[in-house]
């Protein structure tokens, strides 16, 4: 079964705070890929970042970055210092190889001044 | 480019009027989608389409159709609307899902059936 979990419903920071959100995601394919997407509060999907299940190296981003563990099966996504505008709905996303695009339930960022 | 455009942005149905929600692309996709997503749950996939002619079902296809006559455009048909189908539906696009391209996504088409 191919599955993504996102445990944090919603998280609220003070600006400027670092924060954290995890992906824990299951498929028995050894070729997948993973995503994260942005949801302002305007609604539209943003595209974040990537990856294939055979690179796993982390990558930052200005002030995002990302920490890929295929022995954990967790692709988190860290934002350091925080900002208002960081606000959101995050969806971490996973395609098995040949298959569909499944999401995670999302987690909504409140960053507040 | 346009990239992927669906209209309405709104729509109010009565229960049991249907419509067609329309999703077009200009990108030469091969992969084409229909999501739905409500509040704590995530985009959840109604239909999908590997091509021009080829359709499937998603996660949650019940009361709604779809087909794809061209490459470029992807409707979504609500037979009798419900309810139940209230919720904000997004299309999306990706270049090949075998290789795992990022998806594209309309600007959503928020639904209220009352």
């Given at each position: 079964a191919q599955k993504v979990t996102q445990a944090q419903t919603e998280i609220s920071v003070v600006e400027k705070e670092d924060v954290t959100l995890d992906c824990v995601y299951e498929t028995r394919d050894t070729t997948y890929y993973l995503f994260w997407y942005k949801q302002p509060p305007s609604g539209e999907l943003v595209f974040l970042i990537r990856r294939n299940s055979f690179d796993e190296q982390n990558e930052i981003s200005g002030r995002y970055s990302w920490n890929f563990q295929k022995s954990t099966s967790s692709f988190n996504f860290t934002i350091t210092?925080?900002?208002?505008?960081?606000s959101a709905v995050y969806f971490c996303a996973l395609i098995p190889y040949g298959n569909k695009l499944v999401f995670g339930a999302g987690t909504i960022l409140r960053v507040k001044s | 480019n346009a990239g992927v455009t669906q209209t309405p942005k709104f729509q109010v149905l009565k229960t049991g009027q249907s419509m067609t929600l329309q999703c077009a692309q200009d990108?030469?996709?091969?992969y084409m989608s229909w999501y739905r997503q409500d509040p704590g749950m995530g985009l959840r996939l109604i239909h999908y389409s590997v091509g021009a002619g080829i359709t499937d079902q998603g996660e949650v296809p019940n009361g709604y159709n779809v087909s794809r006559s061209t490459t470029e455009d992807f409707p979504l048909r609500l037979l009798s609307a419900a309810p139940s189908q209230t919720s904000v539906y997004f299309c999306a696009s990706s270049y090949s899902v075998r290789e795992g391209t990022e998806a594209f996504f309309g600007q959503g088409t928020r639904l209220t059936v009352v």
């Open positions: 210092a925080s900002q208002v505008v960081d | 990108m030469n996709h091969e």
